[in-house]
């Protein structure tokens, strides 16, 4: 086995995921854990266990991040690529099914449509803002139905007759739900009914007056709900793809974007051991200089401040800011 590796690293509010590739961008290791919170701490026990199972073996030739955590996770590892996750998610799809041309992704707190040709990432769009199409909503409907997460898909997929869920808005959504229930409708009738609101939330928000093209791919972490897929198919009447590593594709992106940047050769990442043993932290304050009250954070390693951002002025971050100025225009 190779013993030169890249590195990817997806840093989410939901899930932190993290990817090993070798040189022919085989998929070697790749870990979907649960953020909780705690991005930092999250990302250096999975290096931990990376350094534990494979040692001083393990020679990191290039390291990329991606996700809302994107500048956080670089300062702490030294980043050679960061991106966002429109990119590292087209990068991955394209890497592993060429002829893509849409990519649905739905995350634990947002979702994402990507439109692709010609191996080029042509339009794309992303919703942020209302929970009724993400995987947390999900979440919470499964946990309060007593339904484990991992069995909502194959529950759902059972149903013969999908009750009608208005999908518009996670409030109205689960009310639409307890109504039903309280119906006597059967359970998979309802969760099915769930997965074709959010199917259709989906397609009539973010998927708005665009042109949906075959092969298209499904990934994110809902994309293991087997009942997405089959509201999906339904809906557009075409094959939806699962890829096999439908969960951790955005680290996969971002680890061959690293790849390409270093070429194996030189990169920035600071070691197993130097970034297990730091203790990084970050204490933020509100800038009272002038009418904006930008929020600023900084962030520190070993008490030591090694950046800052937050300040619109950049009054703060100008001087210091290293990888955040250095990633503004990938």
Not at 94 to 117: A, C, H, M, N, Y
Not at 297 to 304: C, I, L, R, T, W
């Amino acid at each position: 086995m190779s013993k030169d590796f890249f590195l990817g690293i997806d840093i989410g509010s939901v899930s932190t995921n993290v990817v090993l590739l070798d040189k022919s961008g085989e998929v070697i290791e790749n870990m979907y854990l649960r953020t909780q919170g705690k991005p930092i701490e999250v990302l250096q026990k999975a290096l931990a266990t990376l350094y534990e199972k494979y040692g001083d073996s393990l020679q990191i030739k290039g390291v990329g991040t991606t996700g809302s955590g994107r500048h956080l996770a670089s300062l702490v590892v030294g980043a050679d690529i960061v991106k966002n996750e429109i990119t590292a998610h087209a990068k991955a799809a394209i890497f592993f099914v060429p002829d893509v041309r849409t990519i649905i992704e739905i995350g634990g707190q947002d979702s994402k449509i990507i439109l692709i040709k010609d191996r080029i990432v042509i339009d794309f769009a992303m919703n942020t803002i209302c929970a009724a199409g993400t995987g947390s909503f999900l979440d919470r409907q499964a946990e309060r139905l007593n339904i484990p997460i991992e069995k909502f898909g194959e529950i759902a997929i059972k149903s013969q007759n999908p009750v009608r869920i208005a999908g518009r808005c996670a409030v109205f959504a689960e009310s639409d739900m307890i109504h039903k229930q309280q119906l006597g409708h059967p359970c998979e009738d309802i969760l099915f009914g769930l997965c074709l609101a959010m199917a259709r939330n989906y397609l009539a928000n973010l998927a708005k007056g665009k042109s949906l093209e075959s092969p298209i791919l499904f990934q994110g972490g809902v994309a293991a709900n087997i009942a997405m897929k089959k509201a999906f198919e339904q809906l557009l009447g075409t094959q939806i793809i699962v890829p096999k590593y439908y969960n951790v594709m955005g680290a996969i992106g971002i680890a061959l974007l690293a790849k390409e940047r270093t070429k194996g050769l030189i990169t920035k990442f600071r070691g197993f051991e130097n970034i297990n043993g730091c203790k990084f932290e970050t204490k933020g304050f509100e800038c009272r200089d002038c009418s904006n009250y930008c929020e600023v954070v900084g962030f520190y390693s070993n008490g030591n401040l090694v950046a800052r951002w937050g300040d619109k002025c950049q009054k703060y971050s100008s001087n210091r800011n290293y990888h955040i100025e250095n990633s503004k225009n990938l």
